[in-house]
């Protein structure tokens, strides 16, 4: 077990949600309300955690319907089911469930339209008014956002994407238990440690000084690589531990920025409910491709913590990467076709995570990463 505080305090090793009862007892806490999705709802340890609640003598509220790709009505049926008795906020899950509470949890005390607080159009400013405990546990290993401080949550019409994010926002504790992932299907294993390989090599090359998120970067880097074909084939607990822990490092080190991966991964899961791991895994190559000829020195460096010789090896790498991990290659294998490509491109280029890329691009080059990643 092992104890430590950055960004926020973190409890992690295999074992640590048996002290989540006794810790909301600590703080005064009796009444949580359990943000999870419907698959987690159904699971027996999600189950067991309730009962270790209850047996504790707390009360729990458990609210689980949410969307893979969380909207704006997921939201507020959750601030509903708050109400007047709940007294924190608990998120189990993955991406979609911390998504969501850490957006319930901002939404108790600030009344304004959900979307009026979004951080790209400077609503911010107005998150003025004290916030819920607000308590995280991860189930996978790809999104860190666990330790996060920004949720992004859909409109329910457009489906474009918007960004939630404060300080205040922020777990005050996180319980990060390996044995949680124990359970997860190898594909979800894959797509989520994918992700978390993604945050890393994009907040490594992304625009911007950032020497701790990109020494951060490099040490995730060189975590995944290792223990997720194991996380996969063969789990055990050093390699979840690995993996977990490479996750949370990916949540620090993109503060510095993410890039054009994710900006052509958003709209996959926006327009077509792609999981977002695995938009992520099966565009990463092709994404690190058009970057690497505008920053070659990361790119090798970034080839040393991989165990290549060449930074212009990397493509290649992250193909038979993919391959080994029972990934696809192509966004054609996903059901992606040539006629999705103009929507696509139009959400993509505006995507709030481009500007951070290293080398700008084009609505036509944006199209193009699409049209090779099809195939």
Same mark, same amino acid.
């Given at each position: ?127 003025? /008014?004290?916030?819920? *405990?607000?308590?995280?546990? %991860?189930?996978?290993? =790809?999104?860190?956002? #666990?330790?996060? +401080?920004?949720? &992004? ?48 090599? /994009?907040?490594?090359? *992304?625009?911007?000084?950032? %020497?701790?998120?990109? =020494?951060?970067?490099? #040490?995730?880097? +060189?975590?995944? &690589? ?52 695995? *938009? ?96």
């Amino acid at each position: 077990m092992h104890h430590y505080s950055f960004p926020t305090n973190i409890r992690f090793g295999a074992g640590v949600i048996t002290e989540l009862p006794s810790y909301l007892k600590t703080q005064q806490l009796h009444k949580p309300l359990i943000v999870t999705d419907p698959v987690i709802n159904d699971l027996p340890f999600f189950q067991k955690i309730i009962a270790d609640l209850k047996r504790a003598g707390l009360a729990p509220v458990i609210f689980s319907e949410i969307h893979k790709n969380p909207i704006k009505s997921d939201v507020l049926a959750g601030k509903m089911a708050y109400g007047q008795n709940a007294d924190c906020v608990v998120g189990i899950g993955g991406g979609a469930a911390m998504d969501v509470a850490r957006a319930i949890t901002l939404s108790i005390h600030h009344d304004r339209d959900l979307f009026d607080y979004d951080d790209l159009d400077g609503g911010s400013v107005l998150i003025t /008014e004290p916030v819920p *405990a607000f308590i995280t546990v %991860p189930t996978t290993s =790809g999104t860190g956002s #666990e330790v996060g +401080r920004a949720a &992004i949550i859909s409109e329910d019409d457009t489906k474009r994407k918007r960004i939630l994010f404060h300080p205040k926002l922020l777990a005050r504790q996180v319980f990060a238990d390996p044995e949680l992932t124990y359970d997860l299907p190898q594909a979800v294993t894959a797509a989520t440690g994918m992700d978390a390989l993604t945050h890393h090599m /994009e907040a490594y090359i *992304a625009k911007g000084f950032h %020497p701790m998120c990109e =020494g951060i970067a490099l #040490e995730g880097i +060189r975590l995944i &690589i290792k223990a997720l074909p194991l996380a996969v084939g063969a789990p055990d607990t050093q390699s979840r531990s690995d993996m977990m822990i490479a996750s949370l490092m990916g949540a620090v080190a993109f503060q510095k920025g993410l890039g054009i991966v994710h900006a052509i991964s958003h709209p996959l899961s926006t327009l077509l409910d792609m999981h977002h791991g695995l *938009a992520n895994a099966v565009n990463l190559p092709y994404g690190m491709d058009f970057n690497y000829p505008v920053c070659r020195s990361h790119f090798q460096r970034m080839s040393e913590v991989m165990g290549l010789k060449k930074g212009i090896d990397i493509k290649n790498f992250l193909l038979d990467f993919n391959t080994s991990l029972g990934l696809p290659l192509k966004l054609k294998d996903c059901g992606v076709t040539q006629d999705n490509v103009d929507d696509l491109t139009s959400l993509a280029t505006g995507d709030f995570c481009l500007p951070a890329n290293p080398r700008d691009a084009s609505p036509a080059e944006i199209k193009d990463l699409y049209l090779q990643a099809i195939g």
